[in-house]
């Protein structure tokens, strides 16, 4: 904290506490996701062992080659495949859906603009199991039950996009619009041309989060599918840890296959992400 | 300005997401209290209106009140300690140390991984007779009884983590801590940040010491960050569902069941809708109630 001269004194015995503590933390909150890593390369009878060993010794990717093997059973291929275009497709969308009706909250004037706007950061308070019944029931009435519009439909309607992104266009000076809107520009031009282009660090911080959520979904995907190759990884990983639960080197490769594509981006992204957080409350 | 801002171009900007927001979030949110009047099964075409029979039926429910009561137990559990840890690493982060980055990135990084990793990873760690966690309580438990014999059971590192109806609900809660810390972590970091640099020096030039300060400055400063994450942690705690659905499924004797996945198992292991949606509505107004609560306790005076 102090940081200006004449304070060396900075490096005191607390401090050195400090430091070791740190080290000691980090080490302590990486641990189960090394010993995830660790164990799934480990060969099948090095898993069990009295005493854990950290580095596997011979490594080997025999679990993760298994993973492919049980396809019949077990499509794997299929659940990443599943998973990668939802988030895809639900994150495209979302920036879509959301920085439109942000613009016209942000911009365009019409009646009743405060009020809905209103209305739509009200339900951000609305825990989301509280409309999970009614939210099936109306996808299964769609006939989107077992399907990928019931799957990547309803997670569009983000509350938290549009205020994120409506925040963000405000802060846009009206100057630049005005410059083309004189030019001669409608609405969708100056939506398009102008403000998206300055809103790129907030649509991007929207589309990271917005990934990492569909990644991650897990209740949703679950009572919303039962054909097994409609599902996606993290509940394919529940199936998965269900018949194999005591392969624990299996079930990590799983595991890992799961986490990987979030642990890249992150350490891509972890700027923007911990900036993002930072500036709007929400946790991936 | 008025011409080219007509309501019809407004409409247009607005149609994509207004109905998407009207079908999947507004009229669901009426849907739900409405489906919570009827005994709803999930394959019936004709639901049968019931009235408040559901909200009488939960009252006098044992195991919803056994939900409850354990729902609370863990909000109880992780939302202080959770945020306390939050605050102890932003507060380590401020420090601005060597490697800071890298803390940050490691604190982090459980909070990016899905419910399901996090479970199979701890229920690895917690397996009775291979779990590191068991393994290493060995060690410090062996060190312990060489130093002072009789003080620590040799046993204690044999302890059957989920299995045992005293010890499931206390590790989901440590995993459940450990997958979060960092997510307010950084709304703290934030909230550390904005505290005015003057104020902290003015309190040193008196005398005051780095606890001092904390006390006496950061943390009184520090308090609508405090509320929010409190309030967040306890909205989020109170819907605890993939872990304890991954983990246990709400055992061992219903140690672990909480009000999410009582929902669930009645809804969807049962196919009883309306009396699953009565059960997400009581959850709803009791978080409400709460959150009110924390609000009118820990709320900025003025």
Same mark, same amino acid.
């Given at each position: 904290?102090?940081?200006?001269?004449? /304070?060396? /004194?900075?490096?005191?015995?607390?401090?050195?506490?400090?430091?070791?503590?740190?080290?000691?933390?980090?080490?302590?909150?990486?641990?189960?996701?090394? %010993?995830?890593?660790?164990?799934?390369?480990?060969?099948?009878?090095?898993?069990?062992?009295?005493?854990?060993? %950290?580095?596997?010794?011979?490594?080997?990717?025999?679990?993760?080659?298994?993973?492919?093997?049980?396809?019949?059973?077990?499509?794997? *291929?299929? %659940?990443?495949?599943?998973?990668?275009?939802?988030?895809?497709?639900?994150?495209?969308?979302?920036?879509?859906?959301?920085?439109?009706?942000?613009?016209?909250?942000?911009?365009? !004037?019409?009646?009743?603009?405060?009020?809905?706007?209103?209305? *739509?950061?009200?339900?951000?308070?609305?825990?989301? !199991?509280?409309?999970?019944?009614?939210?099936?029931?109306?996808?299964?009435?769609?006939? %989107?039950?077992?399907?990928?519009?019931?799957?990547?439909?309803?997670?569009?309607?983000?509350?938290?996009?549009?205020?994120? $992104? /409506?925040?963000?266009?405000?802060?846009?000076?009206?100057?630049?619009?005005?410059?083309?809107?004189?030019?001669?520009?409608?609405?969708?031009?100056?939506?398009?041309? *102008?403000?998206?282009?300055?809103?790129?660090?907030?649509?991007?911080?929207?589309?990271?989060?917005?990934?990492?959520?569909?990644?991650?979904?897990?209740?949703?995907?679950?009572?919303?599918?039962?054909?097994?190759?409609? /599902?996606?990884?993290?509940?394919?990983?529940?199936?998965? !840890?269900?018949?194999?639960? $005591?392969?624990?080197?299996?079930?990590?490769?799983?595991?890992? $296959?799961?986490?990987?594509?979030?642990?890249?981006?992150?350490?891509?992204? !972890?700027?923007?992400?911990?900036?993002?957080?930072?500036?709007?409350?929400?946790?991936? | 300005?008025?011409?080219?801002?007509?309501?019809?171009?407004?409409?247009?900007?607005?149609?994509?997401?207004?109905?998407?927001?009207?079908?999947?979030?507004?009229?669901?949110?009426?849907?739900?209290?409405?489906?919570?009047?009827?005994?709803?099964?999930?394959?019936?075409?004709?639901?049968?209106?019931?009235?408040?029979?559901?909200?009488?039926?939960?009252?006098?429910?044992?195991?919803?009140?056994?939900?409850?009561?354990?729902?609370?137990?863990?909000?109880?559990?992780?939302?202080?300690?959770?945020?306390?840890?939050?605050?102890?690493?932003?507060?380590?982060?401020?420090?601005?140390?060597?490697?800071?980055?890298?803390?940050?990135?490691?604190?982090?990084?459980?909070?990016?991984?899905?419910?399901?990793?996090?479970?199979?990873?701890?229920?690895?760690?917690?397996?009775?007779?291979?779990?590191?966690?068991?393994?290493?309580?060995?060690?410090?438990?062996?060190?312990?009884?060489?130093?002072?014999?009789?003080?620590?059971?040799?046993?204690?590192?044999?302890?059957?983590?989920?299995?045992?109806?005293?010890?499931?609900?206390?590790?989901?809660?440590?995993?459940?801590?450990?997958?979060?810390?960092?997510?307010?972590?950084?709304? =703290?970091?934030?909230?550390?940040?904005?505290?005015?640099?003057?104020?902290?020096?003015?309190?040193?030039?008196?005398?005051?010491?780095?606890?001092?300060?904390?006390?006496?400055?950061?943390?009184?400063?520090?308090?609508?960050?405090?509320?929010?994450?409190?309030?967040?942690?306890?909205?989020?705690?109170?819907?605890?569902?993939?872990?304890?659905?991954?983990?246990?499924?709400?055992?061992?004797? =219903?140690?672990?069941?909480?009000?999410?996945?009582?929902?669930?198992?009645?809804?969807?292991?049962? =196919?009883?809708?309306? =009396?699953?949606?009565?059960?997400?509505?009581?959850?709803?107004?009791?978080?409400?109630?709460?959150?009110?609560?924390?609000?009118?306790?820990?709320?900025?005076?003025?």
């Amino acid at each position: 904290m102090s940081k200006g001269k004449g /304070r060396k /004194r900075a490096i005191s015995a607390g401090s050195i506490i400090a430091q070791v503590a740190m080290i000691l933390g980090a080490i302590i909150m990486v641990a189960p996701i090394l %010993w995830m890593i660790s164990t799934s390369l480990k060969q099948p009878t090095a898993v069990l062992t009295p005493q854990p060993h %950290w580095v596997p010794n011979p490594p080997t990717l025999e679990n993760f080659a298994g993973l492919f093997t049980k396809s019949e059973e077990f499509p794997v *291929v299929r %659940w990443f495949i599943n998973s990668l275009f939802i988030s895809c497709t639900v994150t495209l969308l979302v920036l879509l859906v959301t920085s439109t009706a942000a613009y016209a909250f942000a911009r365009l !004037q019409f009646k009743g603009r405060e009020v809905l706007f209103m209305v *739509v950061v009200a339900t951000m308070i609305i825990p989301g !199991q509280v409309i999970l019944i009614p939210v099936f029931l109306i996808v299964q009435k769609l006939g %989107w039950f077992n399907t990928y519009l019931g799957l990547i439909i309803p997670g569009l309607a983000s509350a938290f996009g549009v205020f994120l $992104l /409506r925040q963000f266009f405000m802060t846009i000076p009206v100057e630049l619009e005005e410059a083309a809107y004189v030019d001669g520009a409608g609405p969708f031009t100056v939506y398009s041309r *102008v403000i998206l282009p300055v809103a790129k660090p907030a649509l991007a911080t929207l589309a990271i989060f917005t990934f990492i959520g569909a990644w991650n979904e897990f209740v949703w995907p679950l009572i919303i599918t039962n054909d097994i190759s409609m /599902r996606t990884l993290p509940v394919g990983l529940m199936i998965f !840890q269900g018949r194999y639960s $005591l392969e624990y080197g299996t079930v990590m490769a799983a595991a890992v $296959l799961c986490s990987l594509p979030m642990v890249v981006a992150f350490l891509i992204f !972890q700027k923007r992400i911990t900036e993002g957080i930072a500036l709007t409350g929400i946790k991936g | 300005m008025k011409k080219r801002n007509s309501n019809l171009t407004a409409a247009m900007f607005l149609l994509p997401y207004g109905i998407l927001f009207t079908v999947f979030v507004l009229i669901p949110v009426f849907y739900g209290f409405f489906v919570s009047l009827h005994k709803w099964h999930i394959l019936s075409t004709a639901p049968q209106f019931v009235g408040l029979t559901n909200y009488r039926d939960i009252l006098s429910d044992d195991l919803f009140r056994v939900a409850f009561l354990r729902t609370a137990y863990f909000v109880v559990m992780t939302a202080p300690l959770g945020n306390m840890l939050s605050l102890l690493l932003a507060v380590g982060l401020m420090q601005d140390f060597k490697g800071t980055p890298v803390y940050k990135v490691a604190f982090y990084m459980p909070v990016v991984m899905t419910v399901s990793v996090v479970a199979v990873m701890w229920r690895w760690l917690y397996s009775t007779e291979f779990g590191m966690l068991n393994y290493y309580l060995g060690c410090f438990a062996h060190f312990g009884h060489a130093v002072v014999p009789g003080l620590v059971s040799a046993q204690s590192a044999h302890i059957p983590w989920l299995s045992n109806p005293g010890t499931a609900m206390p590790a989901i809660a440590l995993m459940s801590i450990w997958w979060g810390a960092g997510g307010n972590m950084l709304i =703290y970091l934030a909230g550390l940040k904005a505290v005015p640099r003057e104020l902290l020096e003015a309190a040193e030039v008196d005398g005051a010491g780095p606890l001092q300060r904390f006390w006496a400055v950061t943390w009184p400063m520090l308090r609508p960050t405090t509320l929010f994450c409190m309030v967040m942690s306890v909205i989020s705690a109170s819907q605890v569902f993939g872990q304890t659905y991954m983990l246990t499924g709400g055992g061992p004797y =219903y140690s672990t069941l909480t009000v999410v996945l009582y929902m669930y198992q009645q809804g969807f292991g049962l =196919y009883q809708l309306g =009396y699953a949606s009565a059960v997400a509505y009581v959850l709803f107004v009791a978080v409400f109630m709460f959150t009110l609560l924390q609000f009118k306790l820990l709320a900025v005076k003025r």
